[in-house]
């Protein structure tokens, strides 16, 4: 029996398995845990330029150091000296990033072997409505384009059912697809 | 009259005025130039990371090379390896940076000298949904928190115009406010 143990596999697309489940297990008995809070500090660096730090997040009522930084510029079309990706390149990569997490979770959770993942996507818009030069055109893209590219040991069904579940559970998804709330604060310094 | 003209700023905020202005005029004659693609390639690498490759952009007609990568992980707590920010902090960068790309541009056609512009961002969510724990638990932040700092010659009441003019005319802002639609395909190969 402890041969037959040890041959188990203890990790699926590089995930350790009995970490998996043992998150999962952890939030149902401990539901305050769950409770996370992301949070960045984006800065200013002249013309078109900004850099984001992410410091620390909360999670299960700790709060934990984690540092990060995201840089974004403007292409040189657009005024900007193409430093780093732009607001939008970021989005669609926020978008991918989670729906990518969520596909890899879901095929784990199914027992698949993943080989590869890819998730292609587009956003097209008008930038005479964000530079306001006409109140008709709307300053957004309408919608986004995505494909995703699987190869992996899952039928076409399994593939199916994990795409549902992505877009029943990944933030970023949802983030997008519902109307987002916000709760704002000016704070004017006069220089 | 030389000597005058010489001496009116040619930059504000450090961008060029001349071309800030072109810019919109360009736009307002030739409404083509306006339409552009934002597209990015994302691809899995392993337990939770993704990288996001941005190779070409589309604008005025033309498919136009740009380079840039985005790195996404989780933090340890959530079984990633935490060698990136993960898709909520790029979605706050996202939001935060082009909200930041709309200031400096209001402030610049008010013709107000920006000392500093901060836009720190959170969102809160419960990590049950995400993970399919809970089907009365929401998977994302139902909103998100920001304050905007700035410093800067102009009055509270330009500062709070310029606020309500990116709330209306920023793409990301806006990405999120109002519910996206989306189109998708998904191509599976058995491996």
Redesign the interface.
């Known amino acids: 029996m402890q041969s037959q143990a040890q041959n188990l596999p203890t990790t699926l ?4 398995l009995a ?2 489940a043992g ?2 297990e952890s ?2 008995a401990n ?1 305050e ?12 660096q ?3 330029k ?1 850099r ?1 730090e ?1 410091s620390t ?4 009522g700790q709060t ?1 150091v ?1 540092r ?1 930084r ?1 840089d ?1 510029d ?2 040189l ?3 900007g000296e ?1 430093t ?15 729906m ?6 879901g095929a784990t959770r199914a027992g698949i ?22 109140p008709n ?20 069904e399994q ?2 059912q994990i ?1 549902r ?1 992505v877009l ?24």
Not at 178 to 190: D, G, H, N, R, Y
Request: glycine content about 8%; aromatic content about 8%; proline content about 6%.
């Open positions: 697309n590089g995930i350790d970490a998996f998150a999962g939030l149902v539901p845990l769950g409770q996370v809070t992301f949070r960045a500090k984006t800065a200013w002249g013309r078109l900004s984001t992410i997040w909360d999670a299960g934990i984690r990060h995201i974004a403007e292409p079309e657009i005024l193409n780093a990706p732009n607001p939008q390149d970021l989005l669609l990569a926020a978008l991918a990033a989670c990518s997490v969520g596909f890899v979770a072997t993943l080989e590869s993942l890819e998730i292609d996507t587009e956003c097209s818009l008008d930038l005479r409505g964000a530079f306001g030069l006409d055109v709307q300053p957004h893209a309408g919608h986004i384009k995505y494909t995703v590219k699987v190869r992996g040991n899952g039928t076409r593939f199916e795409h579940e029943q559970l990944s933030p970023n998804y949802n983030h997008l697809a519902q109307p987002m709330a916000f709760v704002s604060e000016l704070i004017v310094t006069p220089s």
